[in-house]
């Protein structure tokens, strides 16, 4: 696992810069990005672990695995450590359910959790060498079926239904087919990648304080959407000189944060030309635990992009042609696996991530009225902070920001009200599994 950091990190901004321009490409510039990572360098390895000969040294200097593993870059140690990488990600921890088990956590809570799910669908007698299907599966995660693309479907029956099966919370409207090419008559593989988390927030934001406010749109106008709001302590940095503010907001227990860098000199557009992984980890750096008041849009968002497109763009060619070297996979040397589909999303509401199916009003609807909530220990607990914040509030001096009177002295403003980056990041390991930019409710 501790030798995964510097490739995802290194991937992290590759893979954001190739769907930003794969979504700006289809949609315009007025489009939300939202991909994983780790997801992507899930693949690549699954097509590292695949190919030989040019297409596998292509692989290897983006990924840095020889540099990685002092030149020893065996099959078996980067599989060892992605199964470490899946286990720390996916699964809640043990000791976590046995806690809550015990009274010891909220049982209430949802932990941070990663959920990934690759699906290869793989023409039948094809040649795949069944080792390589058991090593992905074990260690990749990546499970598989045989599916016949010379049907007139051309398997997207199964493909839809797989999609149906595993999407749960998420709109399969928003989901396109993939594109496949019906006059190609060699043996294919195409795979389907769906990423998404959930997770409770550490201290839930009040759905009483939630209100329909305006979303600054690059263009001038504005739209009127649901904004939660919370006055806590988060890490916190403001960069005058840059024009940036950053935040972090604890997910339960601390096992992630939600990362919002969000331009305010700057439309963001313009501002990303200038944004790097050096930016991001000097805003990181410099962070510091300060009473915020943070207003935050319910966010509802999902991307979906074809797998040869994002990942040429990322840098990977040379395996995606139909004639590459992939004897370590099959001995086929026609073969096609540039065909399938990426799809990542994010939730945001009062709850944290993912966590109750619901999804936020569309923007200039009026929502309807929330549930009356059960009064709990946790909810107690909260509401007695937020009365100890309003007290601070109307205790203190008048506050310096005259547009908001109700800030309390000292107390910075994190009013997310236009176009910011977004990251998710895993906070035992400091990866980052999502990265994207929010721009449009």
């Known amino acids: 696992m501790e030798q995964l950091r510097r490739p995802l990190d290194h991937m ?20 939300n990005v939202i991909v994983s990572p780790f997801a992507g360098t899930v693949l690549a390895t699954m097509w590292y672990l695949a190919a030989n000969g040019k297409a596998e040294r292509q692989l290897d200097q983006l990924l840095g695995y020889q540099a990685l593993f002092e030149g020893r870059a065996e099959p078996k140690n980067i ?27 909220d049982a209430s809570a949802t932990p941070f959790q990663l959920i990934l799910r690759n699906h290869l669908f793989i023409q039948p007698n094809s040649g795949v060498k069944a080792q390589f299907i058991e090593t992905v599966r074990k260690y990749l995660s990546v499970d598989s079926e045989e599916v016949d693309f010379f049907q007139r479907s051309c398997g997207r029956k199964e493909m839809t239904k797989w999609l149906t099966e595993q ?16 006059l190609f008559e060699g043996n294919r593989m195409t795979t389907m990648s769906l990423a998404y988390y959930r997770g409770s927030w550490e201290i839930p934001f009040d759905p009483a304080l939630t209100s329909r406010q305006p979303f600054h749109l690059e263009d ?14 988060f890490p916190f940095y403001e960069d005058e000189a840059g024009g940036l503010l950053y935040i972090e907001i604890p997910y339960y227990r601390n096992g992630g944060s939600l990362v919002l860098t969000m331009p305010v000199k700057k439309g963001i557009s313009v501002q ?20 915020t008041k943070l207003t ?18 990322v840098g990977i060619r040379e395996v995606i042609h139909d004639q590459s070297d992939l004897s370590h996979m099959t001995e086929d040397p026609l073969f096609r696996l540039s065909e399938g589909l990426v799809t990542c999303a994010i939730q945001i509401d009062e709850s ?16 309807p009225p929330p549930p009356p909530v059960e009064p709990t220990k946790a909810w107690t607990a909260v509401f ?20 908001d009177p109700a800030v309390p002295a000292g107390c910075a403003v994190f009013n997310a009200n236009r176009p910011f980056f977004i990251g998710v990041r895993h906070n035992k390991t400091s990866a980052l599994l999502f990265a994207g930019s929010y721009v449009s409710p």
Request: hydrophobic share 35%.
């Open 167 to 182: 999407a749960g919370a998420l709109d399969l409207t928003k989901i396109p087919p993939v594109a496949m090419d019906g």
């Open 12 to 31: 992290a901004q590759k893979f954001f810069w190739a769907a930003n321009t794969v979504l700006n490409e289809s949609q315009g510039n007025n489009s």
């Open 220 to 233: 001038g106008t504005t739209k009127d959407v649901e904004m939660m709001t919370l006055t806590e302590k």
């Open 79 to 105: 599989q060892m450590a992605f199964r470490e990488a899946l286990k720390t990600f996916c699964r809640t921890s043990s000791n976590d359910s046995e806690e809550a088990r015990n009274g010891h956590l």
């Open 272 to 291: 990303m030309q200038h944004m790097d992984q050096k930016t991001f980890t000097n805003l990181h750096m410099r962070k510091r635990m300060k009473l």
């Open 296 to 313: 935050l849009p319910k966010i509802n968002a999902q991307c979906s992009f074809e797998l040869e497109r994002l990942f040429h763009l």
């Open 384 to 403: 007695t902070k937020i009365a100890a914040v309003s007290a601070l509030s109307a205790a203190a001096k008048p506050s310096a920001n005259k547009s």
């Open 352 to 367: 944290g991530s993912f966590i109750n199916g619901q999804q936020p009003s569309p923007p200039d609807e009026k929502p």
